[in-house]
């Protein structure tokens, strides 16, 4: 049981929190234990490297990112400190200068890009190598050495002890997102009182999730899962889906009548709930790695024109747009078979280490089956919801 969990990216990202806890403790005790056992000098330095790698970071592409950067900076910076102190017989005031010199250089090469824990790992490391004036070289490469054992041991740990993908991350995020979306569509459609949703809260929490997404484009590219360009087309669609859904939820009717004049397309309830439903089906092959094969309901739009008329109250007063509404519904369908094209065409997004492990959470079981093609059209298809 316990080598299925070791195994399990459902159990690492419900458990992410607690996880990494146990695996930043791991590295500091690992680390700890061999510069006590080694008796290694000015070994803090590495407690300090093992602790600064992990960080908040639970997931394999965040630390790798900033280890890797960590190492480069780290190495460059001992190198350019080491060059300095086998200047024989310095004048007064040239080790400094060209220190200052080599961390203003590694500052304005990276300045707004991605590189910048580089350059700040540059600029501590070739500060601690050259010291403070004793220019000893043992002391500078030591103090190199053990930043670069600490960065290792933080890698090290994070990829084999219960590790957590930013892409599982990623996709989980998503799928949740989509879900959620799903619901509250559902629930504007349907009875207020029959279902009691908190639209500002959800809302609010999937605009929260979309922005930890963005932050993990960097480290899913170093995981060679997605390429950074994918991850942002689908982060740009996902935010249209989410705006569209928000203007859609805040449409609302302040009489009676415009809310009869909306029952009275003659099928409009119907499409909604398939649409929903639909949302609901593609977050689901999300979450469990399954190809992304579903075809989104277009709107009709034609099929309501006759009743998109300008309706008026028995006052006179406008009571609401029925063609701006009905946009609203279309533009949510195109937006969301567009995202679930997008997904479809992506190779790596579908993982049989997912789908293994989805029966196991009874994501998946011969019960609750997904359905496809004419099941989805006859209306037989499950809703993920219930399959979780």
């Known amino acids: 049981m316990m080598a299925l969990r070791l195994r399990d990216p459902y159990f690492n990202y419900h458990h992410r929190h607690r996880l990494h806890v146990l695996r930043t403790s791991l590295a500091l005790v690992v680390t700890y234990a061999l510069i006590e056992g080694l008796q290694l000098p000015h070994g803090s330095w590495a407690l300090v490297s093992a602790l600064m790698v992990m960080g908040n970071l639970p997931h394999i592409g965040g630390v790798l990112d900033k280890g890797l950067q960590r190492l480069l ?7 350019w400190g080491i060059t300095l102190i086998l200047i ?30 580089s350059a700040l790992m540059f600029g501590i490391t070739l500060l601690l190598v050259v010291g403070n004036g004793e220019h000893e070289l043992s002391v500078g490469l030591w103090r190199a ?14 990829l084999t002890v219960l590790p957590q993908k930013a892409t599982d991350v990623f996709r989980f995020l998503l799928a949740d997102n989509l879900d ?21 809260e959800l809302l609010k929490t999937t605009t929260a999730q979309l922005v930890k997404q963005r932050g993990l ?18 982060l740009a669609l996902e935010r249209r889906v989410l705006s569209t859904a928000e203007l859609l939820l805040e449409t609302h009717w302040t009489t009676r009548e415009g809310h009869e004049r909306i ?62 509404y009905l946009w609203l519904n279309r533009e949510l369908a195109r937006l969301t078979q567009e995202l679930s094209h997008h997904l479809a065409g992506l190779p790596r997004l579908p993982s049989q280490r997912l789908r293994r492990r989805a ?30």
Do not use: C
């Not at 060209?98 to 590694?106: E, Q, R, Y």
């Not at 504007?188 to 009691?196: C, E, F, K, L, R």
């Open 217 to 234: 484009v960097d480290a899913i590219h170093r995981e060679r899962r997605l390429r950074r360009d994918a991850l942002e087309a689908i």
């Open 263 to 324: 029952d009275a397309m003659h099928g409009l309830r119907e499409e909604q709930h398939h649409l929903a439903r639909t949302m609901g089906t593609l977050a689901f092959q999300i979450r469990t790695g399954q190809p992304i094969e579903l075809q989104v309901p277009r709107f009709d739009l034609d099929r309501y024109a006759p009743q998109a008329i300008a309706a008026r109250g028995v006052d006179g007063r406008m009571l609401f747009s029925p063609s701006g």
């Open 359 to 388: 029966s196991r959470h009874t994501l998946i079981s011969d019960a609750r089956r997904l359905a496809t093609g004419s099941d989805l059209d006859n209306g037989k298809r499950k809703e993920p919801n219930d399959a979780q």
């Open 73 to 79: 900076g780290t190495l460059l910076g001992a190198v």
């Open 180 to 200: 959620k979306l799903a619901r509250l569509y559902h629930a504007h459609t349907a009875s207020a009182a029959a279902i009691d949703v908190d639209t500002r």
């Open 88 to 117: 024989p017989d310095p004048p007064p005031g040239v080790i400094p200068a060209w220190t200052l010199i080599g961390i203003a250089v590694a500052t304005h090469a990276t300045f707004a890009t991605r590189y910048g824990y």
């Open 145 to 158: 050495a053990n930043v670069l054992l600490g960065t290792l041991i933080g890698i090290v740990i994070t």
